[in-house]
């Protein structure tokens, strides 16, 4: 599809995968969690937009910059997914609480808001193969092949 790997390509598929993942928080929200106002849903959609964008600028990393150990997408991707749901889960808990709740139940197994963290592992996961597979990563991005 793309002939040659590039860092903006890594972030511009970053973000759009990011932002199909939001638009279907955005939409599908209010059926889960009624009480979910515009700025919820507007942050949900913004947010996946973001952890795109920044999964898409950290492929140039196949090497800790510090320790100097490989990170191969499938390690690097679900990390940053999971860290940045976990930060938002920290900003947000209350709200993201009461979504789960909302979905699963006062007695659910899944009522801690922290199962954000496992959700933007995965969604990670699927935005660092397609930034990967398709922007190319490592040094060959930040030259452009």
């Not at 950290?58 to 100097?68: A, C, D, E, K, Q």
Request: no cysteine; glycine share 14%.
């Amino acid at each position: 599809m793309f002939a040659y790997p590039s860092l903006t390509t890594r972030i511009i598929i970053g973000e759009v995968v990011g932002l199909v993942f939001g638009l279907a928080g955005f939409i599908l929200l209010p059926f889960f969690y009624p009480e979910a106002g515009w700025l919820l849903r507007w942050g949900i959609l913004l947010w996946y937009m973001t952890v795109g964008a920044i999964i898409g600028v950290f492929g140039v990393y196949t090497r800790h910059p510090i320790l100097n150990f490989p990170m191969p997408w499938w390690f690097r991707a679900p990390i940053l997914g999971a860290w940045m749901n976990f930060v938002l889960t920290f900003f947000a808990y209350d709200t993201m609480g009461e979504v789960l709740v909302s979905m699963f139940g006062e007695q659910g197994v899944m009522t801690s808001p922290f199962w954000f963290t496992a959700e933007g592992a995965i969604i990670g996961l699927v935005i660092g193969y397609v930034a990967t597979r398709f922007g190319g990563e490592g040094k060959e991005a930040v030259e452009g092949g």
